[in-house]
């Protein structure tokens, strides 16, 4: 038994997977495990074989699961896989296998003897596919862009010069606002995740010049100053809406105290007016919270961590000797254990006032209607909306203190080696001072590659993306709220697909509305074709013969539109192989599956920057012995209107292939999906 087990494990680490079989599925092909010679077949697990017959080109499994890599099993719906590396996996029926042609662009499903390897028929390489791949991809986002920005002048030109005649004002309002704001919000990510790789790019090309340069600048940078800097910002900031907090409580307490009736007597009032002049007291003597303190104590320490600190480090010489540069040091730490303890002494007040107000709030005497005891419970439910959720404790990370602990230790053993300029006393009080030196480095070297410059740069940089995070958490809530405003105006719970199916009827409705007169004419196959879309001028089809007094047709009028998704895969798949006769790859971008006649079409979602229009004309001219003539018509986005072919699949119903911009998506972004296939 030993020998077949070493002689099976040798045969695994060659082969290192099992011909035809995708990575995910690799797991149902791994031996029995009371006996790793053996293995069941997948769809009926009574039948066991030797793991060495998989692929030995017999099917000995009724489903052809054992044959995943063969043409054995003739009737089996079993697919071979692809790797394809380089370019886009996929499946091909187990027909195509070792047939002499090549349907893998690694060719994986031929293995001929290297003798006959000559006569197999080949097509381009992965590599060769994916740059035809890349360049279509690239030409087609080009040509939507540009479908885009055209179709955003038509809308504009509508808006101007058109009158809306749509039945609901309301809900089409909802709809165009929301495709706006989704159009923002998808350009204010786009731009979020520019000046993330922006910045990603800055912080290496820094780091590396901070490391040629300036040793000791780039062991500080590498100590966990963002943690300390970013710890500090958190803290200091919630320490300010405490104190705020405290200060607006106080204030409410205290206008009470000045205008509550006394002549009435409420004893619930009266006796916790006297606790708040207790209070009071007990706080002038110990501590006043200064939310505008706070926050210029966080600025200042962090300028000098962000700031002064990297600029000393990196010119090696500072106004400041060496044992004010630790003291500056030392006493940030001195104002966090401070800041600590005023933390929780001012959340300490707040709940003695909390106790006051909700005691008066819910005991006083409510027939003596005192007004000012009715403005004060206004004022303190205002004030619990503002700051309810605020009032708790923040705390530092556990690794803060290690790591500002060496931050220290670094400050006292560097700051000796800096040389000391032109100090004076005055200078002491002039905490930020580097900072105007700073500065002046920056604008002297704003167009440098030094380090200083790189800081500056990422600096600005990473207030941009401050800007824009906030800027698309706004857009999104925006979002949420037009969806629910739409969905209320349809009276009924609408998916993104139904919201997105809406948007784009309503921006075409619109603009079939307003854009009166507005034709195409295009000349194929002996014919020239006049469409016109205008829906009040009941737009029409006229098809007229390109010769001197030619015949004229009308083979249909508008009668309305439709989004149809259900083939536009299909579709679009078929357009790009017309569109691109002389590349290959068209014919690599399907997988097929166990449905026979059925294929997974591999292109991502790049479909979908068309929006499946599709338009509906009927009751033209009569054909001689046959019906009305109507016409279909599929639009694929571009930025310009044209016909591209005109075909007859039935007798007198045409099918117009047409361009333009109101084919385009403006809500796509392109992702490219089935780099690997399920």
Request: charged share 30%; hydrophobic share 35%; with cysteine.
């Amino acid at each position: 038994m030993l020998f077949p087990i070493a002689f099976l494990a040798c045969v695994v680490c060659a082969s290192g997977s099992i011909r035809g079989v995708s990575p995910d599925k690799e797991a149902l092909y791994a031996p029995l495990k009371d006996d790793p010679t053996k293995w069941a077949c997948l769809n009926d697990s009574s039948i066991v074989i030797d793991y060495s017959k998989i692929n030995d080109n017999v099917c000995d499994c009724p489903d052809g699961s054992d044959e995943p890599g063969t043409n054995a099993c003739v009737d089996s719906k079993t697919l071979f896989y692809c790797e394809n590396e380089g370019f886009i996996p996929r499946r091909i029926a187990n027909y195509k296998v070792d047939d002499g042609v090549c349907d893998c662009c690694d060719c994986s499903d031929e293995e001929w003897p290297v003798e006959k390897q000559g006569s197999l028929v080949r097509g381009k390489s992965c590599s060769e596919l994916k740059v035809e791949f890349d360049g279509i991809v690239e030409k087609e986002l080009a040509n939507w862009r540009a479908g885009v920005s055209a179709l955003e002048k038509l809308q504009g030109k509508a808006k101007k010069f058109g009158h809306n005649k749509a039945t609901n004002q309301g809900e089409e309002n909802v709809y165009i606002e929301l495709a706006r704001m989704q159009k923002y919000g998808r350009d204010v990510s786009e731009a979020l995740e520019r000046t993330g790789e922006a910045i990603e790019g800055l912080q290496d090309a820094y780091k590396k010049k901070l490391a040629e340069q300036s040793p000791q600048l780039f062991e500080y940078e590498n100590m966990g100053i963002a943690l300390i800097t970013e710890s500090i910002t958190t803290v200091f900031t919630h320490v300010r809406t405490l104190s705020n907090a405290f200060n607006e409580l106080r204030y409410i307490l205290n206008e009470l105290y000045e205008t509550y009736n006394r002549k009435v007597k409420d004893k619930v009032v009266a006796r916790n007016m006297r606790r708040f002049v207790e209070l009071e007291r007990s706080f002038d003597k110990t501590f006043q919270p200064d939310g505008s303190l706070d926050a210029t104590q966080r600025d200042q320490i962090n300028d000098y961590l962000i700031d002064e600190l990297p600029l000393f480090l990196f010119e090696g010489k500072s106004k400041y000797p060496a044992d004010i540069i630790v003291a500056k040091s030392n006493f940030i730490k001195a104002i966090i254990t401070v800041k600590l303890e005023t933390m929780d002494q001012t959340i300490d007040g707040i709940k003695q006032f909390q106790e006051i107000a909700e005691d008066i709030i819910n005991n006083h005497d409510i027939n003596f209607q005192d007004a000012a005891v009715k403005a004060f419970t206004d004022s303190y439910m205002s004030f619990m909306s503002k700051y309810g959720d605020s009032i708790y404790r923040v705390d530092f990370p556990e690794e803060f203190d290690e790591t500002f602990s060496n931050l220290l230790k670094f400050i006292e053993r560097e700051a000796p080696k800096v040389t000391r300029v032109d100090y004076t006393p005055e200078d002491d009080s002039k905490w930020g001072v580097m900072r105007l030196v700073k500065g002046a480095l920056n604008r002297i070297q704003a167009f440098s590659n030094s380090p200083q410059s790189y800081r500056s740069q990422i600096k600005v940089m990473k207030e941009q993306e401050v800007k824009l995070r906030q800027k698309l958490r706004k857009t999104e809530k925006q979002i949420r709220e037009l969806k629910e405003r739409a969905a209320a105006a349809a009276a009924a719970e609408l998916d993104d697909a139904d919201l997105k199916h809406r948007v784009l009827h309503q921006q075409v409705d619109t603009l079939l509305n307003n854009l009166n007169d507005f034709c195409v004419d295009s000349k194929l196959n002996s014919y020239i074709y006049k469409l016109c879309f205008s829906k009040e001028n009941g737009g029409a089809i006229i098809q007229i013969e390109d010769k001197p007094k030619g015949k004229e047709v009308t083979v249909g009028h508008f009668k309305g539109f439709a989004i149809d998704d259900s083939t536009k895969y299909e579709t679009y798949l078929q357009g790009l192989q017309y569109r691109y006769p002389d590349t290959e790859v068209g014919k690599y971008l399907y997988s097929d599956t166990e449905e026979i006649g059925k294929q997974d079409i591999l292109l991502g979602n790049l479909p979908d920057l068309d929006t499946g229009l599709r338009l509906d004309y009927r009751g033209g001219d009569r054909c001689w012995n046959g019906p009305l003539r109507s016409a279909k018509i599929r639009m694929r986005c571009a930025p310009q209107f044209s016909i591209e072919s005109v075909s007859e699949p039935t007798k007198c119903e045409y099918l117009f292939e047409m361009a333009g911009p109101l084919g385009c998506d403006p809500s796509f972004k392109y992702e490219r999906k089935h780099s690997r296939i399920n």
